[in-house]
């Protein structure tokens, strides 16, 4: 069977690895790490198509370590048990280095049935994940490990890939190829840093491609029907899924159109709505709050016809939407509140209800002073009357700090006014 062209053109040295000059530059640490030939527990974190494999590759080849590699979407409790029974072995004597791919698909039991194995060295572990490690993996192996991320490749860093991966693949077929003018360049940014991604679009361009004059024809057309909807990474439950929704919120948080609507358009293009409507939901009470209060009901407008409608047509409202609390006025002032008033209540602050305030008509004989005594405020000037609402202990408290905007201060001005009349 041929094996992929991503396996048929991976780097062999550090040196020829795509990206990722802040771990394996000159000097970096973890290339520093990798020459001293004293390999700890390492924990890779990373998209996919960064490097992560092949950085473990090159590091078994430069050991005298028996490598062994797991796939963590496949791999048993049973597999692992083999592979520790190794360590006991001839082969396996000076150490063993097991690469662990997709480590968060693990569950805890099989993740810590390598514990004792990594811990007295007999097991040297590289693990890698495309998610969050520090909410995938078990913390004990977190402790006993380094974790280095590798970051999304830039495009400009993948080209010299695709070329050669062209040359490469041209030659194991004995054929020419001519490639029209920007074929490359679309290949190396179209595939959102991901360089697998970027060497099976080149290997489907040269195996789609026309023969004219013994020579295949790359065209960019074609090179963009490979590549179309590539450049985005996004994974409906992972750590990308999470990143969008918080760069969206954060903008309109920031009064930053443009970006609101950019992260949007991301969420919009993988068709996922209902994450987006959810979040314009809360961020309408959340950041521009009572700086508008209008916001809430025109936003929950907005998503109601987006979620009618769907998409395509879904975009208009909710790119409406997403302007309108871009450039609101913005209030925390109501979301702080209840944070502080629910911290108290986990501390244990909730103290006996006013007697005034109770649902009680009647006393009882243990009562000290007989008679709730409870103001009606309607039934005073301005329907307003002093009086204290919260427990003894907590009856000083102030949640509610009125904000800045025109708004609010409208509201701080009338309450000022009733208390002095």
Do not use: W
């Amino acid at each position: 069977m041929n094996k992929p062209l991503a396996d048929r053109i991976r780097p062999k040295t550090l040196d020829e690895v795509v990206g990722q000059f802040h771990l394996l530059g000159k000097d970096k640490p973890l290339r520093r790490i990798i020459e001293s030939g004293q390999i700890p527990n390492m924990i890779f974190y990373g998209p996919s198509g960064t490097g992560k494999t092949t950085v473990a590759r090159i590091i078994a080849e430069n050991t005298n370590l028996k490598m062994y590699k797991l796939n963590g979407t496949s791999a048993s409790i049973t597999d692992i048990k083999e592979i520790i029974a190794e360590t006991e072995t001839f082969e396996g004597y000076n150490g063993i280095l097991l690469y662990l791919d997709e480590i968060q698909y693990l569950n805890k039991k099989q993740q810590q049935s390598l514990l004792e194995y990594i811990e007295n060295g007999k097991i040297t572990l590289i693990a890698s994940t495309t998610e969050n490690p520090y909410f995938y993996v078990f913390n004990a192996i977190i402790s006993r490990s380094t974790v280095f991320e590798f970051k999304q490749v830039s495009s400009e860093d993948v080209v010299p890939a695709v070329k050669r991966a062209f040359q490469i693949i041209a030659d194991d077929m004995g054929v020419k190829l001519r490639l029209e003018s920007g074929v490359v360049n679309y290949i190396a940014s179209g595939c959102g840093g991901d360089v697998r991604k970027s060497l099976n679009t080149v290997e489907l361009c040269v195996l789609s491609a026309d023969k004219n004059d013994n020579c295949l024809e790359i065209t960019l057309e074609n090179a963009k029907l490979l590549t179309q909807r590539s450049n985005m990474r996004y994974d409906r439950n992972g750590d990308e899924h999470y990143d969008i929704l918080s760069a969206f919120q954060k903008s309109i948080r920031g009064s930053d159109e443009n970006a609101a609507i950019h992260y949007a358009a991301r969420l919009m293009t993988a068709g996922d709505i209902i994450s987006l409507c959810r979040r314009l939901l809360v961020v309408a009470s959340e950041d521009i709050g009572l700086a508008y209060p209008m916001a809430v009901p025109i936003v929950k407008a907005c998503v109601d016809s987006a979620l009618q409608l769907g998409l395509p047509e879904a975009r208009i409202p909710l790119a409406e939407a997403i302007i309108l609390l871009c450039t609101a006025p913005k209030s925390n002032s109501a979301y702080n509140a209840i944070n502080t008033a629910m911290a108290d209540i986990q501390k244990g602050m909730a103290g006996p209800i006013p007697r005034h305030l109770q649902n009680m008509h009647f006393d009882g004989d243990d009562a000290e002073v007989k008679g709730q005594y409870y103001k009606y405020p309607h039934d005073y000037t301005n329907h307003y009357v002093e009086q204290q609402y919260l427990p003894d202990n907590l009856k000083d408290r102030i949640y509610y700090e009125f904000g800045d905007n025109k708004q609010e201060q409208t509201a701080l001005l009338y309450r000022k006014k009733i208390k002095e009349q």
